[in-house]
Each structure stands twice: as C-alpha cells, then as structure tokens.
C-alpha cells in the first residue's frame, strides 16, 4: 500500500493457478464504495512457481505473496500474518464481491459489536445462458451459506471477522485439504462468538458446470473427513448402503427449489445420485489401508 494508514479491513484471497479469474475479483474489489485506501487486499499465491503474470494488474492497496506449503487453509494462514487491520474478510479467487461488500460488512460489525464471525450470502452464477444439470445441482445443494449459518459454520467464499476472534481460537487447520472453513468457523462458535448470515454482504461464485469438478470436489469433501479422522485414530464404519437408496426426501427438495422444471428436476437428481455414488465408493476406497486421501 502507498500509505502507511492502518485500513480498516483485511482481504485474504487465496489462489491457485487462477490468474484469470482473481483479475475479475480484483477487479470487483477496485469498485468497492468502501474507499480504496480503507481496505487491503493480501492474495497468497499457492503456486510460487507460476507468478503473476507480466500484464497482471495489482492496485496500489493489494500485494501477492508467494505460500509454498500446499492447501488453502495454509495459503490463508501466510496471508493472515501479512494483514494489518481489525477486521479480517475472507473470500475466493474465483468470486466476484458486490460493490458494497466490504463497505456493509464494515457496518455490520461497528454496529454489532457482539458478533464475531460474518457468513455473507453466496450468489452462484451460471457458466452460460442457460445453466446445466450440473450447476443446477451445484446451486441446490452446495454453498447454501444461510444454511451453512443454522448449523454453524460458514463458507469462506464469504466470511467476515474479527482479528480478535482469530486470536482467541487460533488459525485455519492447515493440515485440511477440504472442510477448513466449516472447522475454524465452528471452533469460533464453541468458543462462544456469535456467528450470523449476512444476507447484504454478498459475492457472486460461479457454479461449476460439469460433473467431472462436481465429483472431484465432493470425493475431496468426503475424503477429508475420514483423513482427519485416520490422523486422529478414530474408526470410521462406511455410511449405511442404504444411501443408495433412491431418497425421496431429495427429490422433493428439488422440486421445491425456484426455477427448476420437472424435466430439470429429473436431470439434478441424477447427478445428485451419481455423487452420492461416487462419494460412497470413496470413502470404500480409502477405508484401505493403503490407500492414500487425494486432494
């Protein structure tokens, strides 16, 4: 930053081969109505060996660092040590924050001040005009942030806190490949600091569009869970086979969900299915003892 002011908000992004997409999130935090000079933007560059690019634009008030150890949650850690203000705001490279993001999400948090962790509404986007069975799916079942906030934990596509709740619980679970977020914003919870949804402090993040990245990220999110708990020696006993059970239960929620037809509706739950398959045979996998948890 050109000045030696202290902001009043820190924005930790971390990235991963994704220099295309963090210039439009970039670019979406250089239209803040928030002042450019009252906030700070840390990108940790989680693949030290691929650089900013020569044309890669970076504003006056954001700095990349190079974070060698892998994973997110270690990339966020690194960043964290280079913030400097009293408010910390999470999100993701491939998201694009609303213009009054950061100036509603300062607000919140001058007026509540017995709140100490923010989960702000996630808008997903199509790829398309028209969005597939995949991203329909994405969209009724993945980061529902308000969700997420009823039972505790938030996403950090879009979290908000305060360095003083980072403090008293401690950094993200570096070790996590998956599940970071929802872990450090339920430690802040049981620690006693008040977790709310905040409908007005939005970001956009893109749904993802092909089953391939829907199955990749849910086996990560399944694998993870039973890696903690091998590294912890706890068992862990395969879910019940009846999962596999068509559950109706599913399909009514998606045929409650806005926007999706009955033709829609058939193709969600058939993805929806295949994931729940592909996770089942997952977590079979590294049930193994050689088996490996792939991030």
Known sequence: MTSSAIPSISVVIPTFHDWDRLAL???????????????EVIVANNAPDDPPPETFDVAANTRVIPVPERGSYAARNAALKETRAALIAFTDSDCIPDENWLSNAVTLLDERQDVGVVAGAIDLFWKGARPTAVELCDSAFFLQQERYVADGFGATANVITRRSVINGVGEFDASLMSGGDKEWTMRAVRAGYELVYGPDIKVQHPARSDLSSILKKSRRLAGGVIAKKKAAGKRFLIPQFDRLIPSVRVARKIYQREGIGLWDGIRVWCVFYVIRVAVLLEQIRLLLPWSKYQT
């Open 25 to 39: 999130c970039l670019r979406a935090l250089s239209r803040q109505s928030l002042s450019q000079g009252a906030f």
